[in-house]
């Protein structure tokens, strides 16, 4: 739950140190990826590292086709409910449709991390609810920034053997070749 001393220093202008999963499986997952990409530094968001592209089997809802994924970490001056409000206008703009939970989709771009605030609300979790859980989230996460922490400080590499997925339906496939228009 983010304190009201955290709310006014997040209410000022000032750069914000986040972490974002982007996942696609429908379409030409790859491109989908790369349009996020696009789209979130023409957005104002500072893309500083970008993850190779992973591939991995779908969790909750297994009949479906398989999800690309990334991580990046970036800096944003947005505050988290801007940035939640800007990634899922992205992810309307690039032609995610809400059908059904956890079903297939265009694009899915989720905040990981935001600085180092915890959010507990019923339309924004930071960090991410499911980020310990998913070995598509935390090894591109770690590959982005291997001393990368928890809110609590706890590093998320010490959490990988924790992990209920299993880590061998996870490829690393390649990674995204970007050039931003200038």
Do not use: C
Not at 48 to 62: A, R
Not at 66 to 78: E, S, W
Not at 152 to 164: A, Q, T, V, W, Y
Request: glycine residues 4%; without cysteine; proline residues 8%.
């Amino acid at each position: 739950m983010m304190t009201k001393n955290d709310e006014a220093n997040h209410n000022t202008k000032r750069d914000h140190l986040v972490y974002l999963g982007i996942g696609s499986n429908v379409g030409n997952r790859e491109e989908n990826l790369g349009k996020a990409l696009t789209a979130l530094h023409q957005s104002g968001v500072q893309l500083s590292d970008i993850s190779s592209v992973y591939e991995s089997s779908p969790v909750d809802l297994p009949d479906q086709p398989d999800f690309l994924n990334i991580a990046t970490r970036a800096i944003t001056d947005l505050d988290p409910y801007e940035l939640l409000k800007m990634t899922k206008q992205i992810e309307q703009n690039l032609g995610r449709e809400k059908t059904t939970p956890k079903g297939p989709r265009v694009i899915d771009i989720d905040i990981l991390l935001y600085d180092t605030l915890t959010i507990k609300k019923p339309d924004l979790i930071i960090p991410h609810p499911r980020l310990l859980r998913r070995s598509f989230v935390m090894v591109p996460l770690i590959e982005v920034d291997p001393e990368i922490a928890l809110p609590s400080g706890e590093m998320i590499r010490h959490k990988m053997d924790e992990l209920p997925d299993d880590m061998s339906a996870l490829k690393k496939v390649g990674s995204l070749v970007l050039e931003w228009p200038k």
